[in-house]
């Protein structure tokens, strides 16, 4: 089994961004991840509109870390304290060596590469400093956008699943991706050696 660690805090960069911890600053934006239809089309989850939301939310996103259970990261330009979107490692398997990695992005930073930089880096930690054997994406079939990008990264899909979740009263399809280590593609089932 895995032994994570998310302390201190794993910071990552890329060629223009920062991949930070999350702090009561990024609230507001954290609060229009969790609130906005537009945002929430493909997720299917009930909109938390308050500010005092987001600030649990944060708390909660920090016991994750701090439990080993889970790390976000907030995506910030190089220099610049804003938050441009959001990425993490979630539904942990130490013992599989697999965890589920989900991101979002605010509207007008879409289409200029930056969750592309972002989920390369996290791909890259995950494999090289976490040791994970597998990362796993679960996406709404429609969201073409995401597809593209996870495919763009070596994940391929391995199931879709017909009316998988039952939300607002309508059930949803959820299709599911996959990336194996860059060793594992080869063919190799063998664990590499600690």
Known sequence: M???QFTPFPVLRTQRLTLRQLTAADAPIIQFFRSDADFLRYIPRPKEPTLEQAHQHL???????????????????????????????WNLEPA???????????PEFTKQGYMSEALAAVIDYSFTQLR?????????????ASI???EKHGF??????REKYCFQGRFLDSAVYSCLAPQRAAGSSALAPA
Do not use: K
């Open 59 to 89: 708390r909660l996103l920090e016991d994750l870390r701090i439990g080993n259970e889970g790390v976000t990261w907030g995506l910030s330009r190089d220099g610049e304290p804003g938050l441009l979107g959001i990425i993490c490692l």
């Open 148 to 150: 593209q990008l996870l």
């Open 156 to 161: 391929v899909r391995e199931a879709y699943f």
């Open 2 to 4: 895995l032994n994570i």
């Open 132 to 144: 994970l054997h597998s990362l796993e994406a679960q996406v709404d079939p429609a969201n073409a």
């Open 96 to 106: 599989h060596h697999r965890a589920e990695v989900g991101y979002g992005l605010r």
